[in-house]
């Protein structure tokens, strides 16, 4: 999706750009977590888009990193790192 142009904006508009941007920045942070634990993500996926498509790769590894946190959070987790308290990859499903 495209944000409306800054000439054109209303306050419906406006509000529109601020929750697509916030979409945005948590989107990118999800793949950014996944990209550092599963190195599925740092080259483009070799395969047609309905073959990529019914794979799910990205859910798969939402799922995975999910039950690592919770099962194994000191394991997991490198000491610098956030805990799973404080985020859950598992929400990308309602957006």
């Known amino acids: 999706m495209k944000p409306y142009s800054q000439k054109c904006l ?4 406006y509000e529109f750009n601020k ?11 999800t793949f950014g977590i996944l990209d550092s634990k599963f190195g599925v993500f740092q080259k483009p996926i070799s395969l047609e888009p309905q ?12 799922y995975v990193h999910n039950f690592l946190a919770k099962e ?9 790192e956030i805990s799973t308290d404080e985020y859950d990859i598992a929400d990308l499903q309602t957006l």
């Not at 929750?19 to 942070?29: D, F, H, I």
């Not at 073959?51 to 939402?62: D, Q, W």
């Open 51 to 62: 073959k990529a498509k019914t794979i799910r790769s990205t859910m798969a590894c939402c």
């Open 72 to 80: 194994s959070n000191q394991i997991y987790f490198h000491p610098n």
């Open 10 to 13: 209303n306050e419906a508009r």
């Open 19 to 29: 929750r697509l941007s916030r979409a945005r920045v948590v989107v990118e942070n």
